[in-house]
């Protein structure tokens, strides 16, 4: 971790952003350069390596790799020293590692093998020219963009080879490349080095390119090192039937102990290479299919002769639905207050990409998950299922916005386009729509006359009402009482300032139903979020947000079901992309009993938020109101093998296990969830477990203790019920359903369907309650 001097000490030049990834020498950061306005990335070594080479030497060697310029090198912009911490600062690109793609895919396809090993030995072939050698060709440090190798962090290994003293040894191991190293790199200081090496470690390379590992692996440093010395590698041919042999025997020449036996440059063992595939081809001997050998040797021909740097940017695949997540832009603005706007900027620039019916767009709360990640890239892009990644930075200074972008291609790392917008603070949604659009035009996503409109033609809003919006969702994002709170504060002080702002009603009528059945008695917050709903429903008819909170007080509070159903369909009609709007309609359908259709709406509200821990669970709930209760707990267990420390998981499964009579589990689990956090709900469905223990008097405690708590707390008369019922005191138990009745709680619409019910469920009072609330 950089420290804040050292911020400070670069803050004329570069504003550091978040941590890109970190090895045993170094971390990565991605920064601003704010003489040039571009990206960067900036490598901070550890203090232990700067230490051995200090700071002479390290200037010294990274100004000769500074001066190297060729196609398949990452040039170097900058280095130095601040707050004792010796640094370095590459351009910013996407893509992934080599390494990165060699865990995707293990093995690569033979001609794609053989084009980066030509390129990287042409990188090396010219850095030996200067007088360079790298000393630590690996995986890591070739970067893959728009589908070419970029050869990094030239000079640092032979700072480090060379500083001698006693915290070389150390430093060598936190390099941490002992596969890739030559034999001469494992006889000592003072053992002559050559661009021969580079020669053996790319050879390496080209192994576990093919092979998919290196050619020598072991337990130990020390295991590997001995087989360097000693042991003759097997031939790749051996671990992959298809590389013909003459191409394997020569990858062997390049893998030779001594030197001398080494071809004797790069561009000597690409061309041996490239003799071979050639002469493979001509002889149509190996397994591997005559038109990969004959697409591999003419890669190699030509990266042989000549150096070609190829910008090439094929069409997405039209038949394929385009899919992107946003990840959370980073903050440059320097002030830790402003955390709220690029958390905003990203939702909205999410929301207005969602618009676009072509385009699958992972949700907000998905990518959000990434904020701090160090997850390369094309990880992501598995884990959210996606083919494109958008990603950048967001600051504000003197009135001004200045947004980053970048785009890749996950499916093939490529950085297809970037592009910085700086606009006044007033035309900051104007801004998202031209960002939006911009995206939609590199990955050819179509768009309808009426979604082109909508984005490109966003209504005015009084910046400072919008800039109090975005505050208020930041302030409800964590889901807790004082956060919802406050946003209604500042969601009414936006309105004060802008009382046609529609997304201000929605966002306070979505804030009131949240507060209901939780913080609120239903009496009291339902009818704000109606009338909140309503009103930004009259000033925007095609408010999806504001249609769902319509929907669902239509359905939970109105009891109007059919027509809080109709609602909701229509919200989904409205915005189809919105994960949120598809989640709370699953939910209705599940207290409707309709399980199946419920299913399949949680189904597509996972394709846009798959990591989700809230509406996973949210997706159990068909299982557990249909009693397939082991069902149900298989999938809360993977929820939680997943995230821990999400409370209302442990909650449902205590249920599930209650109402399997796995009465110690079910208590195991309540009790699990209170400790988390869990709210009055929890602590009654304790009393319920124990009351069917057979601990009456125990179970009678705790619902004193929740009495009481009503003085100060709203809790559930509906969960007290549940406790009277497990008690055998039915009388109590509908006196309380009768205040929920009249409180016109949500819970009652659940008592069709609700199996922790099914105590009272043969009382001729149950059925008839059922009736006036209008359940089937």
């Known amino acids: 971790m950089i420290s804040t001097a050292f911020t400070e000490a670069l803050a004329d030049r570069y504003r550091i952003g978040r941590e890109l990834g970190h090895g045993g020498m170094a971390i990565v950061y991605l920064a601003d350069d704010l003489k040039h306005s571009r990206p960067v990335a900036i490598k901070v070594l550890n203090p232990e390596i700067a230490a051995v080479i200090g700071h002479a030497r390290f200037l010294r060697e990274i100004e000769l790799a500074a001066r190297l310029n060729h196609p398949h090198i990452l040039t170097l912009h900058d280095s130095g020293v601040a707050d004792g911490q010796l640094y370095y600062v590459m351009p910013y690109i996407g893509g992934?590692?080599?390494?990165?793609?060699?865990?995707?895919?293990?093995?690569?396809?033979?001609?794609?093998?053989?084009?980066?090993?030509?390129e990287i030995g042409e990188a090396l072939e010219y850095a030996h020219r200067q007088g360079v050698i790298h000393r630590d060709i690996?995986?890591?440090?070739?970067?893959?963009?728009?589908?070419?190798?970029?050869?990094?962090?030239?000079?640092?290994?032979?700072?480090?080879?060379?500083?001698?003293?006693?915290?070389?040894?150390?430093?060598?191991?936190?390099?941490?490349?002992?596969?890739?190293?030559?034999?001469?790199?494992?006889?000592?200081?003072?053992?002559?080095?050559?661009?021969?090496?580079?020669?053996?470690?790319?050879?390496?390379?080209v192994y576990e390119m093919l092979a998919g590992q290196p050619p020598f692996t072991g337990p130990s440093t020390e295991s590997v090192a001995h087989q360097h010395l000693s042991l003759e590698p097997r031939l790749v041919s051996a671990l992959r039937a298809t590389v013909p042999d003459r191409v394997a025997r020569e990858l062997h020449r390049g893998l030779a102990k001594a030197a001398a036996d080494r071809p004797g440059s790069a561009v000597e063992f690409v061309a041996g290479l490239s003799a071979a595939v050639r002469e493979s081809a001509r002889r149509g001997r190996g397994g591997m299919p005559r038109a990969a050998v004959v697409a591999g040797a003419t890669i190699l021909i030509a990266i042989a002769a000549v150096v070609v740097w190829r910008s090439r940017h094929p069409s997405p695949d039209e038949g394929s639905r385009n899919s992107i997540a946003v990840l959370p832009l980073d903050d440059f603005s320097g002030d830790s207050e402003q955390g709220y706007f690029a958390a905003g900027m990203t939702d909205e620039l999410i929301t207005c990409l969602a618009k676009i019916s072509s385009l699958t767009?992972?949700?907000?709360?998905?990518?959000?998950?990434?904020?701090?990640?160090?997850?390369?890239?094309?990880?992501?892009?598995?884990?959210?299922?996606?083919?494109?990644?958008?990603?950048?930075?967001?600051?504000?200074?003197?009135?001004?916005?200045?947004?980053?972008?970048?785009?890749?291609?996950?499916?093939?790392?490529?950085?297809?386009?970037?592009?910085?917008?700086?606009?006044?603070?007033?035309?900051?949604?104007?801004?998202?729509?031209?960002?939006?659009?911009?995206?939609?035009?590199?990955?050819?996503?179509?768009?309808?006359?009426?979604?082109?409109?909508?984005?490109?033609?966003?209504?005015?809003?009084?910046?400072?009402?919008?800039?109090?919006?975005?505050?208020?969702?930041?302030?409800?994002?964590?889901?807790?009482?004082?956060?919802?709170?406050?946003?209604?504060?500042?969601?009414?002080?936006?309105?004060?300032?802008?009382?046609?702002?529609?997304?201000?009603?929605?966002?306070?009528?979505?804030?009131?139903?949240?507060?209901?059945?939780?913080?609120?008695?239903?009496?009291?917050?339902?009818?704000?979020?109606?009338?909140?709903?309503?009103?930004?429903?009259?000033?925007?008819?095609?408010?999806?947000?504001?249609?769902?909170?319509?929907?669902?007080?239509?359905?939970?509070?109105?009891?109007?079901?059919?027509?809080?159903?109709?609602?909701?369909?229509?919200?989904?009609?409205?915005?189809?992309?919105?994960?949120?709007?598809?989640?709370?309609?699953?939910?209705?359908?599940?207290?409707?009993?309709?399980?199946?259709?419920?299913r399949g709406e949680f189904a597509q509200a996972l394709q846009l938020d798959p990591v989700s821990e809230q509406l996973r669970w949210f997706a159990t709930w068909p299982s557990y109101y249909e009693r397939h209760f082991d069902q149900a707990i298989g999938e809360l267990n993977r929820i939680r093998a997943e995230d821990p420390g999400f409370w209302p998981t442990y909650s449902l499964l205590g249920e599930a296990h209650e109402s399997l009579g796995n009465l110690p589990l079910a208590l195991d689990e309540l009790r699990r969830a209170r400790d988390l956090g869990g709210n009055p709900w929890v602590v009654a469905a304790i009393a319920r477990v124990e009351a069917e223990a057979g601990r009456a008097a125990e179970a009678r405690r705790i619902l004193r203790g929740l009495q009481a708590a009503r003085e100060t707390t709203y809790v559930q008369t509906y969960a007290l019920a549940l406790v009277q019922a497990r008690l055998g005191e039915p009388d109590s138990a509908f006196s309380l359903l009768e205040e929920s009745f009249r409180d016109r709680s949500e819970d009652v619409t659940m008592l069709s369907v609700d199996p922790r019910a099914d105590p009272l469920r043969s009382d001729p009072r149950f059925v008839a309650l059922m009736r006036r609330v209008g359940l089937p």
Not at 181 to 190: A, C, F, L, T, V
């Open 361 to 598: 767009v992972i949700a907000n709360s998905a990518s959000s998950t990434y904020r701090h990640t160090q997850k390369p890239l094309a990880r992501i892009a598995r884990e959210l299922a996606v083919r494109f990644i958008l990603e950048g930075s967001v600051a504000r200074s003197s009135g001004k916005v200045r947004i980053d972008t970048r785009l890749i291609d996950a499916s093939t790392g490529r950085n297809l386009w970037a592009e910085r917008y700086e606009r006044e603070g007033q035309d900051v949604i104007a801004l998202q729509g031209d960002v939006a659009l911009a995206v939609a035009q590199q990955i050819r996503a179509s768009l309808t006359p009426a979604e082109r409109a909508s984005i490109s033609s966003p209504r005015k809003v009084n910046p400072e009402a919008h800039e109090l919006y975005l505050k208020a969702r930041f302030s409800i994002d964590p889901g807790t009482r004082q956060g919802a709170q406050r946003g209604i504060q500042l969601f009414k002080q936006a309105l004060q300032l802008d009382p046609d702002y529609a997304l201000a009603y929605a966002g306070l009528a979505d804030d009131y139903f949240f507060m209901s059945g939780w913080y609120l008695p239903s009496h009291e917050a339902m009818p704000l979020a109606r009338q909140c709903s309503a009103k930004a429903l009259d000033l925007d008819s095609t408010l999806a947000e504001a249609l769902t909170i319509r929907g669902l007080v239509t359905y939970f509070y109105d009891w109007k079901f059919n027509d809080g159903l109709d609602l909701l369909r229509k919200a989904v009609e409205l915005n189809p992309g919105s994960a949120l709007t598809r989640q709370w309609y699953a939910y209705t359908l599940d207290a409707a009993g309709r399980f199946d259709a419920a």
């Open 138 to 205: 690996k995986p890591e440090n070739i970067m893959i963009s728009e589908g070419h190798a970029l050869v990094t962090d030239f000079g640092i290994a032979k700072a480090v080879g060379t500083a001698g003293g006693p915290g070389l040894t150390t430093a060598t191991t936190l390099l941490g490349t002992p596969a890739y190293m030559s034999p001469e790199q494992w006889s000592g200081p003072d053992a002559p080095i050559d661009g021969r090496s580079d020669v053996y470690s790319l050879a390496c390379l």
């Open 96 to 118: 992934e590692s080599l390494r990165e793609r060699l865990e995707r895919v293990r093995q690569l396809p033979f001609e794609e093998a053989l084009r980066l090993a030509g």
